[in-house]
């Protein structure tokens, strides 16, 4: 009994290791979060400079289904065209990562949230990840993987979209 609970222990520990952030990966990726907070920007000032982010073989995936970049511009420009005195917030927690030479990765826990003056916090909650190659002295993002989580800290009369955030299986 008392090894069964010594096992127990041991594997809660190390699976609390591997799913914590890790505040030492912070210097390393610094770059690569700093690249992703610029994008950031650009979804909701201008689509159009996305591009300059990305290689121009880059892959983009959202839960399980390929997005062209092209069709992501169109859908950014729409969303700031239809909300007025639009707000984006992205939050994101590296919970792992490495930067080699020429090739790094992310993978991070990321909470977007977009408000505006007549709609509600329409927020995503996901787990990403990014792999960027280096071009030149410029890190670009070759690769994004983003699948949707359940966000629980949304309430049904904070979202619309509450029940489609946390469907139950």
């Not at 912070?26 to 290689?55: F, I, N, R, W």
């Not at 071009?135 to 993987?145: M, P, R």
């Amino acid at each position: 009994m008392l090894n069964i609970v010594r096992t127990i222990t041991t594997l809660a520990v190390l699976m609390s290791l591997t799913l914590a952030p890790n505040p030492s990966l912070a210097g390393e990726t610094d770059a690569l979060t700093d690249l992703l907070k610029q994008v950031d920007k650009q979804v909701c000032q201008s689509p159009k400079k996305l591009m300059g982010y990305y290689t121009k073989d880059m892959v983009i995936i959202a839960d399980d289904k390929r997005i062209l970049p092209e069709h992501r511009i169109k859908g950014y420009e729409v969303m700031i065209a239809e909300l007025q005195e639009m707000k984006c917030i992205n939050k994101r927690t590296v919970l792992a990562g490495h930067v080699g030479k020429n090739l790094a990765y992310l993978l991070v826990d990321e909470l977007i949230s977009v408000s505006s003056r007549h709609s509600t916090d329409e927020r995503q909650h996901s787990v990403c990840t990014y792999v960027f190659t280096k071009n030149g002295s410029q890190w670009k993002i070759k690769q994004e993987h983003c699948s949707s989580l359940p966000d629980y800290s949304i309430v049904p009369g904070d979202d619309a979209l509450y029940y489609f955030h946390n469907p139950v299986y």
